[in-house]
């Protein structure tokens, strides 16, 4: 198996732990927001078992616990230093070793060091770059649905500035883990009309000045490697519009599109086992990376992963005959019951082959039920702007109104059909958008929605019927000569990053719409690159039972405002292909309804989103800085004293529960916004300033050297204010 940035994750915190451990007995201290990066990617077992005494939660009731040292893996965010402080000055533990899931901000860094109890009891201090969750093996997502309307809300220009720094961060943490410093290339619109259009160029900018930063304070970074030099592309929502819109027919996608998958923490399916039976029961399966039914077939049209589903099944089930012998003489029920018992893997198996031909099948009633094989076809010319047979699609409107008026299509389908039609068209006059949501029954309020994607740089609506059409050209054009099978004829659309990875990897992607930040000594870099590199091939010497050297290049694709999983399964495909490891990473993952949901919610008042950098900031519990009880023993153990090893979990954080769901689902029209204003146009992203004169380093609190300068510079660059 080949790199897997879960794996890569886990990696990086369990030997932090094993480090400091180093045999002797620790107490490890979480926060919320830790806790859930940790439960990502470890198992609390392999914690325990690394000489883990117990785990705790920064912001809850503890006990005294003087004798013991402690690592706190703690999110750097103001109330968890709080929360450090108070336990410092209670002096909680007998030493405290700090580590952090990203970079320290200088002036929460001056707050702990200046607390008198700091320079006793800190007995380490390090920084992870660990702050984002993997999802696949090649996926990562920030868990941060609330990113969309930050970059694209006519009112957040305000924030777009913190934000793109926060992400920023983020997307270079992924690098570091990956021990890649990438060549950094971003996507510029040719003729933009929307005011995000400069997103890409800004974000790059701050990346490549943050993974600099990290490797001037870091001198070991990156380590040495034989791979040739990654590649980070960054890109946005705007430059594919389609990918979302489009009824997607691989199962992963399809299944995401469909189905009442829940995805919070952890993606699951509400499934229903055995039933009619004694053993029947209810329970929500979570799909990862662990069920190899799901890995292998995720990307598999839906046609050719029923195929394989029942036939692996059958010939599970004709390798075990003694679990379906029906002669009583050879299996009786309970020998069935007791084999199971005896044989847990039968069980799973069978409950993963269970899961995904019932989630499969449930897809096909749907695409039945709903006529999905009539609108694929018009979907497909709208999206590629070309018939079955290569040509220039003709009577896509007459298409799309026969549709419209059939029962059986859903009006979110029916939505989806006009908003694709009219990207199509590149726009139509108001009255002609009025007209065919009536037609489709559809409220008129959906038409705020149909032009809220004009801030994604969709073009919906026309000021007049004597306003041409642009003659734009397609940002990758299709070849019309290659044939096209009759299977793919359902699939013939292909999301824009797959081709502007298979571009990339052959060195022929265009550099004035994917420029680099720091363009390349050699202008011919790219050619060399396509044409395959030594260090990238496998050697020949790697014979049988030998470990093939890692030296495929890594790309990093991230993808501002959400992904689709068609995107996802588009980087696995050309990695496969082009002898690359890609990695996907983005702020959430995107599904038809939420894309349109979100898309909505561009016209809505934005205090009405509850976006999170908005919020009151968290505060500390109180309880953290209540005057200490008698000594121990003279008075009862707080409730929660002696309880053997608590699991990483607990009640939240003070401070607003998230909404269910990542966004709100109230209203979307309404309160109409302020003008646009030009603040991420004309934001400045020039020259540093000369290096100025960094604060003395506090030595006592650390046992080897950090980047405290490095953030105090950078901030100052930024224009950050102190708190």
């Not at 701050?206 to 930063?213: G, N, V």
């Not at 030595?699 to 950078?714: Q, V």
Request: one cysteine or more.
């Amino acid at each position: 198996m080949g790199v897997s940035i879960i794996q890569e994750q886990r990696d990086i915190i369990i030997q932090i732990i094993k480090a400091i451990t180093a045999g002797d007995w620790k107490v490890l201290v979480i926060d919320a927001t830790s806790r859930k990066i940790i439960d990502n990617a470890v198992k609390e077992d392999d914690i325990l078992n690394h000489n883990i005494a117990n785990i705790e939660r920064i912001e809850e009731r503890r006990e005294m616990n003087p004798t013991m040292d402690a690592i706190y893996l703690l999110s750097p965010q103001p109330h968890i230093v709080d929360c450090l402080v108070a336990d410092l000055e209670r002096r909680r533990y007998k030493r405290c070793f700090l580590v952090w899931t990203s970079v320290l901000d200088p002036q929460l860094r001056r707050r702990i060091d200046n607390s008198p109890a700091a320079k006793q009891q800190i007995a380490g201090f390090e920084t992870l770059s660990v702050d984002y969750f993997p999802r696949e093996s090649h996926l990562v997502t920030f868990r941060d649905p609330w990113s969309f309307p930050v970059l694209y809300h006519p009112s957040c220009n305000g924030l777009v500035k913190q934000h793109m720094q926060d992400l920023a961060q983020k997307i270079t943490g992924l690098c570091v883990s990956l021990g890649e410093y990438p060549k950094v290339r971003y996507y510029r619109p040719k003729n933009p009309i929307h005011e995000a259009s400069v997103l890409c160029s800004h974000l790059a900018r701050f990346i490549s000045d943050e993974l600099d930063e990290y490797a001037q304070w870091n001198p070991d970074f990156p380590p040495p490697s034989s791979r040739p030099q990654g590649v980070l592309m960054v890109t946005d929502r705007s430059m594919d519009l389609m990918a979302p819109l489009i009824h997607e027919f691989t199962y992963q996608a399809m299944a995401h599109d469909l189905l009442p998958i829940k995805d919070d923490d952890k993606t699951t399916f509400h499934m229903k086992f055995n039933e009619g039976t004694p053993e029947a029961e209810e329970k929500d399966v979570e799909l990862t990376d662990k069920d190899k039914v799901w890995v292998e077939n995720r990307h598999k049209h839906m046609k050719d992963t029923i195929d394989k589903l029942m036939g692996d099944f059958q010939k599970f089930l004709d390798q075990n005959p003694h679990f379906t012998n029906s002669d009583a003489n050879t299996t009786s029920i309970n020998a069935i019951k007791d084999m199971m018992a005896g044989l847990p893997q039968f069980t799973e198996m069978k409950e993963a082959y269970s899961l995904h031909i019932t989630m499969a099948q449930e897809c096909m009633n749907i695409f039945q039920h709903h006529k999905l094989a009539d609108m694929s076809p018009i979907e497909q010319s709208m999206a590629t702007g070309l018939d079955e047979d290569n040509r220039k699609a003709k009577n896509v409107l007459d298409s799309v109104v026969r549709l419209l008026d059939d029962d059986a299509v859903s009006q979110a389908d029916r939505l989806r059909l006009i908003i694709m039609y009219l990207l199509y068209r590149d726009g139509a006059i108001l009255e002609d958008i009025k007209r065919l949501l009536a037609h489709a029954s559809l409220p008129p309020q959906d038409g705020e929605i149909i032009s809220n994607m004009e801030h994604l740089g969709g073009r919906t609506t026309r000021g007049g019927l004597k306003e041409p059409k642009r003659d734009d050209p397609p940002l990758f054009p299709i070849d019309t000569k290659a044939p096209i099978s009759e299977d793919n004829y359902m699939s013939r659309f292909s999301p824009a990053v797959k081709h502007m990875l298979e571009n990339l990897c052959r060195g022929t992607l265009d550099q004035t719409s994917f420029p680099y930040v720091k363009p390349p000594l050699d202008p011919n870099e790219d050619a060399m690159i396509g044409q395959g590199s030594l260090r990238a091939a496998k050697p020949s010497w790697a014979g049988a039972g030998r470990r093939v050297a890692d030296n495929r290049q890594r790309i990093i694709v991230f993808m501002a405002g959400g992904a689709t999983f068609s995107e996802s399964r588009a980087c696995y495909e050309v990695g496969s292909v082009m002898n690359r490891d890609i990695f996907m990473a983005t702020s959430h993952m995107l599904t038809p309804q939420l894309f349109i949901r979100q898309v909505g919610d561009l016209s809505v008042d934005k205090r009405r989103l509850d976006i999170p950098m908005e919020r009151p900031p968290q505060k500390a519990p109180a309880h953290l800085f209540e005057r200490p009880g008698p000594p121990m023993g003279a008075s009862p153990a707080p409730p929660q004293g002696g309880a053997p090893r608590p699991p990483p979990g607990g009640q939240r954080a003070p401070g607003r529960p998230l909404p269910q769901g990542g966004l709100p689902t109230g209203p979307r029209i309404g309160g109409a916004p302020h003008p646009p204003t030009q603040q991420m146009a004309n934001m400045n992203i020039g020259s540093r300033p000369p290096n100025g004169t960094a604060d003395p380093r506090p030595s006592s609190s650390s046992d080897r050297p950090h980047k405290l300068e490095k953030e105090k510079k950078k901030r100052n660059f930024l224009g950050m204010k102190k708190s």
